[in-house]
């Protein structure tokens, strides 16, 4: 490693870094639309979480910048500007049984730091500014300024770095600490879609009636759960079809409820999880229900939604050597007011055309006489390896790792997209586990020593350029 005062103070700040990140992690920063105001445009505890990471950098003597309660920056320096890309905005923590400890509470167990927001991206946030308080510290001339700009909006559209786009000044180069080490160089295309069925409520009174359908949320979680409520239906016969697929089958006042459970995961990596929703559709042809039409809408979903990831039966599977193969997520289901509709998430490789993709959508879509709406659409990213962005980092993991380093592909989408000549940077390594978007999320100690110097030295390496 370079500068050993730099990577000596890292050492010696950990534990207050620690402290500080455990006093974002007791900030319950998860989007709640009904909780958004003109105040805080995602909701009280957003701002919360801002303006306590703000407070952290103004008392390293940064300057500091809340924007609206929807981003904000801590810098220091003179000149060229650098970006460093975090987000403070977590994603629900699902069923609270399924954490070894409190999700909103910080907890250090047998080497790890477990918590809501600890990878995904509290942690790194938190590094990269005590990362950037080690170089200032370190008694070197800052040749360039560094901004950490800091998001609430990046689980949900991006909507917080758009407004900074709109007054601030955009870096000429930055890094996220939300993604993978090395360096991720590539990321998928992202297409967010909805697909919706008006459907005839006529019923039969010879069969049981599936009167409600619910499961999922966010497009970006493999949902691990669904509920279905059955009128006129006895729980015995329904168990033997559903009980096979992980199923709690019940009697309740005036009707059956089953729950189906499957494993949530992140939807750019949808094989690790379990998909609720998919599960029901592959056993929907061997139940009887009514409405008629609704039976009959589930069986065409079944068969676009087949239990796979790589959205074969949508006509869409494509892969290439940069950044692999295309990945699909059911990601939520329902049924209300004669409607049901579906939620999905798909991210593409880097060399796939957009209209590929959406126009296989439309065409299946089309075929199966369902209404399709494409919510979000995010291109890929792709920044040469040979880079002087790519080739700094790489030298700065290099250096402290002792690894050789190369770059890597990542299905997921990060600021990097947002922002001009950006890439991710950690904070995972190739071996850590992966638990972002999932119960017990964690990072072990020995990650966040690691990375924090990994930015130190990474900052450091930028500084001495002219």
């Known amino acids: 490693m370079g500068n050993e005062r730099l990577h000596d103070i890292v050492d010696a700040d950990f534990d207050d870094m620690l402290a500080s990140l455990s006093e974002l992690i007791g900030i319950r920063s998860v989007l709640e639309e009904n909780e958004r105001s003109k105040s805080h445009p995602f909701g009280p505890r957003m701002t919360e979480a801002l303006e306590k990471f703000l ?63 600890v990878s995904d991206d509290k942690g790194p946030a938190v590094s990269s500014l005590y990362a950037l308080k080690a170089l200032a510290g370190s008694g070197v001339k800052l040749n360039r300024r560094f901004r950490v700009i800091a998001g609430l909006d990046e689980e949900s559209g991006f909507r917080c770095i758009e407004r900074y786009k709109k007054s601030e000044e955009i870096p000429e180069m930055s890094f996220s600490p939300d993604g993978m080490f090395p360096v991720v160089n590539a990321e998928k295309g992202i297409i967010h879609f909805v697909m919706r069925r008006k459907i005839s409520c006529a019923d039969t009174v010879r069969l049981p009636e599936l009167s409600a359908i619910g499961g999922g949320d966010r497009f970006n979680i493999v949902p691990d759960k669904l509920e279905l409520f ?7 016969n329904l168990e033997l079809v559903l009980m096979p697929i992980g199923a709690v089958v019940k009697n309740t006042g005036n009707g059956v409820l089953a729950q189906v459970h499957g494993k949530s995961a992140h939807a750019m990596e949808p094989r690790k ?31 676009l939604f ?36 579906v939620k999905g998430d ?26 399709l709406e494409i919510a979000s659409h995010s291109p890929p990213l792709f920044v040469p390896p040979d880079s002087e962005l790519v080739k700094t980092l790489l030298d700065a993991y290099e250096s402290v790792t002792g ?41 072990t100690l020995e990650t966040m020593r690691k990375m924090t110097h990994i930015y130190a030295e990474a900052l450091a390496r930028f500084n001495e350029m002219i």
């Open 55 to 117: 407070n952290t950098a103004r008392k390293f003597g940064f300057r500091t910048a809340n924007i609206d309660n929807m981003s904000g920056y801590a810098e220091i320096g003179e000149g060229h500007l650098l970006g460093v890309l975090v987000h403070l905005d977590v994603m629900p923590a699902g069923n609270a049984e399924n954490w070894k400890s409190p999700p909103f509470e910080m907890t250090v167990a047998d080497g790890r730091v477990y918590g809501r927001g």
């Open 230 to 236: 059955f009128r006129r239906a006895s729980a015995g």
């Open 273 to 303: 999880g379990e998909n609720a929703i998919q599960k029901f559709l592959s056993v929907v042809g061997s139940l009887d229900f009514g409405p008629p039409e609704l039976h009959a809408e589930l069986m065409k979903l079944g068969a």
């Open 306 to 341: 087949k239990m796979e990831t790589d959205g074969a039966s949508l006509g869409i599977a494509s892969s290439d050597d940069v950044s692999g193969a295309l990945t699909c997520n059911l990601a939520a289901i329902s049924f209300e007011d004669g409607v049901i509709s």
């Open 346 to 371: 798909i991210r593409y490789p880097v060399t796939t055309s957009g209209d590929f993709v959406t126009g296989g959508l439309e065409k299946s879509a089309g075929e199966a006489g369902w209404e």
């Open 403 to 443: 690894e050789i380093g190369y770059p890597i592909s990542i299905g997921g989408g990060t600021y990097c997209k947002a922002m001009p000549n950006a890439v991710s940077f950690g904070a995972s390594f190739p071996d850590d586990e992966d638990t972002a978007h999932r119960p017990n999320e964690y990072l």
